[in-house]
């Protein structure tokens, strides 16, 4: 253990009190921290915090138009003019959406539920960074080989759609496949705890979804925030037919299964998913999540809902999960250096 700490705090430089990895470099941000995107949910005033706290925030795409994700990334610009991520995936992939993120040019496009060499390509040579989300070994491999610049390595624990190997299993084994590439962990993570042991992982950062859905700054209901803050980890279900209900994914080998806490439709669609007409229900939820009315269907959470006991500004959060992680691996590397033998 006094190895791991003590190699855990060598990975990282502290500026200004702060922890500070290669990931940080690559992207150019200051704590290593990744806001995670929210599709269709409209989060720029977040995402800004982040960016403004030292992270890298992110805005998601999905079920939007382009003129509409254009004023986003306009909003975006006014309140930052720091990194930022553009996410899309393959759930479907928007190719109108990805081409004008081309032009927009962000710092990176993340992407998920998928690996696409010919996307990233693009992206590289437009000169955007690509952060590639895995949730398993194979997609690990496939984005070493892809070249992509870091791989955000989810477990099954994460709300949204992802995977079900879990993040402490999954973590180690994209860092030995990542030949250097930088290695974010996400899913379960919403403190400093959790980015103290990514990166005794091997991680060089976290990305953080659920603890930041319930922020100030998220625009989503008041409502959705507050069940995060009262729930436990097994309030969250992975939900097994989602293709009853999501859009179709562009390519075969694509794949994902969200995590939402439970509401009435969810519910009915496990225990009878014969009864939901994917052409009746898709539509139905798309227009609800457009309106704001997303968390009466689909409330995507994680387990780390157990974590989150507030509703916190954005800048708060981030501060307190790097100062926590810093302090904890401080304490942890002395603690195990007292108990060494001499």
């Known amino acids: 253990m006094e190895k791991t700490a003590s190699s855990a705090l060598s990975r990282c430089r502290e500026e200004a009190g702060m922890l500070r990895t290669r990931l940080c470099d690559v992207l150019g941000i200051e704590v290593p921290l990744i806001g995670a995107p929210y599709g269709p949910f409209d989060q720029v005033e977040l995402a800004a915090a982040v960016c403004e706290s030292g992270g890298l925030g992110s805005l998601g795409t999905a079920v939007r138009p382009v003129s509409d994700l254009r004023r986003q990334w306009a909003r975006m610009r006014e309140l930052t003019d720091r990194p930022f991520a553009i996410n899309h995936t393959l759930r479907p992939l928007n190719e109108e959406a990805f081409q004008a993120t081309l032009d927009e040019r962000p710092a990176a496009i993340s992407f998920h539920l998928g690996v696409a060499d010919d996307l990233v390509e693009r992206?590289?040579?437009?000169?955007?960074?690509?952060?590639?989300?895995?949730?398993?070994?194979?997609?690990?491999?496939?984005?070493?080989?892809?070249?992509?610049?870091?791989?955000?390595?989810?477990?099954?624990?994460?709300?949204?759609?992802?995977?079900?190997?879990?993040?402490?299993?999954?973590?180690?084994?994209?860092?030995?496949?990542?030949?250097?590439?930088?290695?974010?962990?996400?899913?379960?993570?919403?403190?400093?705890?959790?980015?103290?042991?990514?990166?005794?992982?091997?991680?060089?950062?976290?990305?953080?979804?659920?603890?930041?859905?319930?922020?100030?700054?998220?625009?989503?209901?008041?409502?959705?925030?507050?069940?995060?803050?009262?729930?436990?980890?097994?309030?969250?279900i992975k939900l097994a037919h989602s293709d009853r209900f999501m859009p179709p994914f562009s390519r075969p080998d694509a794949y994902g299964f969200p995590r939402s806490l439970r509401t009435p439709f969810l519910e009915d669609v496990e225990a009878h998913p014969e009864r939901v007409q994917p052409a009746e229900a898709g539509p139905r939820i798309v227009e609800a999540m457009l309106a704001g009315r997303g968390h009466e269907f689909l409330p995507f959470t994680g387990q780390s809902a157990a974590l989150v006991h507030d509703i916190l500004p954005a800048a708060e959060i981030v501060r307190r999960i790097v100062d926590d992680a810093e302090t904890i691996l401080h304490r942890t590397a002395e603690a195990c250096t007292q108990a060494a033998p001499h």
């Open 123 to 236: 992206a590289h040579d437009a000169g955007i960074l690509w952060i590639q989300q895995v949730m398993d070994v194979r997609q690990a491999e496939q984005a070493v080989r892809a070249g992509v610049d870091v791989i955000v390595a989810q477990g099954g624990e994460a709300g949204g759609q992802g995977g079900e190997v879990s993040t402490v299993v999954l973590v180690p084994q994209v860092v030995d496949i990542a030949a250097g590439t930088p290695v974010v962990a996400a899913g379960g993570i919403a403190d400093g705890r959790g980015l103290a042991a990514a990166l005794v992982l091997g991680a060089q950062g976290v990305a953080i979804g659920t603890r930041l859905l319930a922020s100030v700054e998220m625009s989503i209901a008041e409502e959705w925030k507050s069940r995060i803050v009262a729930a436990e980890a097994r309030d969250t």
